[in-house]
């Protein structure tokens, strides 16, 4: 029971390790990419939190697998760097038994990759989904950062606002519009005190400004014409285009369930396959752990790499197989598994007397 609980938290420490540090990296990069989309005015910097927030789940869910693959290579390695794993042979700790402890590791980590990828992912994407179309209709005032020359969603004008009061008046706005390509020597700018957005019915919007003046004419002339206006107004977003109907991505896991189609098929053993794959890999990672001293903890950690790049890139290939149906729904995503099973299984019982005398049997048909 000692060295069971010491295999264990050992390998847990490494994998909680490594998937806090992919975690943080990744979300940083989702940061840095939705706060760009923010700053661009695509989105209502409101939202930028629960954009991130939303990506967490469905992160999660890719990143357990290999963070557990990866623990293991990693606690196992230093096993065999500080000579740790060879006491325990000397004791009787056979590798087979240290497979079997890290196979009960596994079940807990594939029950709870289990439960984010088939039930809270799905629920975050579709959150998500409706998060963009929220930032989509609220992209109106909340889009417009004072103090800041943009362009409005239709290209058709350039705005500048002063500052945005708490009841979403506009104070002070600057409008240059964009004139047609023959006459892009006009000019034809606009000043107001302040002003506000409209959304109409029909699904545009309109920007409204109050008590300002209009100066027309061309770059070349100084004529320049100037018109006072009580009101003005501009559209400045075109009727949105209509929204496709959602990817079976984010279709709860119960929906997908009743759904025959071959896209709903395909997405349900996605899902399966995920959590799935952390007991093959755990297979895998145990035997494949095993360095030369000499070697280093990183000794093995290229080929690991190469397998588990091999093993998902397989596993997404049968999937856009599957979805374009130009593979049996029975055979969908298992006979990746079925693969990476007997490789497990053959690593595992390579020095055993099995695996021993399987050899010998092979040279003799030879």
């Known amino acids: 029971m000692l060295i069971f609980r010491y295999l264990i938290k050992e390998t847990l420490k490494s994998q909680l390790a490594i998937f806090l540090i992919l975690m943080a990296i990744f979300i940083?990069?989702?940061?840095?990419?939705?706060?760009?989309?923010?700053?661009d005015g695509d989105i209502p910097?409101?939202?930028?939190?629960?954009?991130?927030g939303l990506y967490a789940p469905i992160l999660a869910s890719l990143v357990l697998p290999i963070s557990a693959y990866l623990g293991i290579?990693?606690?196992h390695g230093r096993f065999y760097v500080d000579s740790e794993m060879t006491i325990m042979r000397a004791c009787g700790i056979s590798e087979w038994y240290i497979a079997r402890v890290m196979l009960f590791l596994s079940l807990f980590i594939m029950c709870l990759t289990g439960f984010i990828t088939l039930y809270l992912a799905p629920s975050a994407a579709e959150s998500?989904?409706?998060?963009?179309?929220?930032?989509r209709n609220e992209a109106g005032i909340s889009a417009l950062i004072p103090g800041r020359f943009q362009q409005t969603g239709n290209e058709k004008a350039v705005i500048f606002v002063h500052d945005i009061a708490p009841n979403d008046r506009l104070d002070r706005v600057f409008l240059s519009q964009n004139q047609p390509d023959d006459?892009?020597?006009?000019?034809?700018v606009v000043y107001a005190d302040e002003g506000y957005i409209q959304n109409n019915e029909d699904g545009t919007r309109s920007l409204v400004l109050q008590e300002g003046v209009q100066y027309e004419g061309t770059q070349a002339a100084l004529n320049y014409r100037k018109v006072?206006?009580?009101?003005?107004?501009?559209?400045?977003?075109?009727?949105?285009a209509e929204q496709p109907r959602r990817k079976v991505s984010v279709l709860p896991t119960t929906e997908l369930w009743d759904d025959n189609s071959i896209e709903a098929r395909a997405e349900l053993q996605w899902r399966i396959a995920i959590p799935l794959s952390i007991p093959f890999l755990t297979l895998i990672a145990v035997p494949l752990a095993a360095v030369d001293p000499r070697q280093g903890r990183f000794g093995k950690m290229l080929p690991a790499i190469l397998l588990y790049l091999g093993y998902f890139?397989?596993?997404?290939?049968?999937?856009?197989v599957l979805a374009d149906g130009k593979l049996p729904i029975q055979l969908g995503l298992w006979w990746v598994h079925g693969i990476m099973l007997i490789i497990g299984?053959?690593?595992?019982?390579?020095?055993?007397?099995?695996?021993?005398?399987?050899?010998?049997?092979?040279?003799?048909?030879k």
């Open 28 to 39: 940083t990069l989702r940061f840095v990419r939705v706060l760009g989309d923010a700053s």
């Open 45 to 52: 910097a409101g939202l930028v939190l629960g954009f991130l």
């Open 73 to 75: 290579m990693l606690a």
């Open 128 to 135: 998500e989904y409706l998060l963009q179309e929220k930032a």
């Open 183 to 188: 006459t892009d020597t006009g000019v034809r």
């Open 228 to 240: 006072e206006f009580d009101e003005y107004q501009i559209q400045i977003a075109d009727e949105p």
């Open 313 to 320: 890139l397989l596993l997404l290939a049968s999937r856009r």
């Open 345 to 365: 299984i053959g690593l595992i019982f390579r020095d055993r007397k099995t695996g021993t005398e399987f050899r010998a049997w092979l040279l003799r048909k």
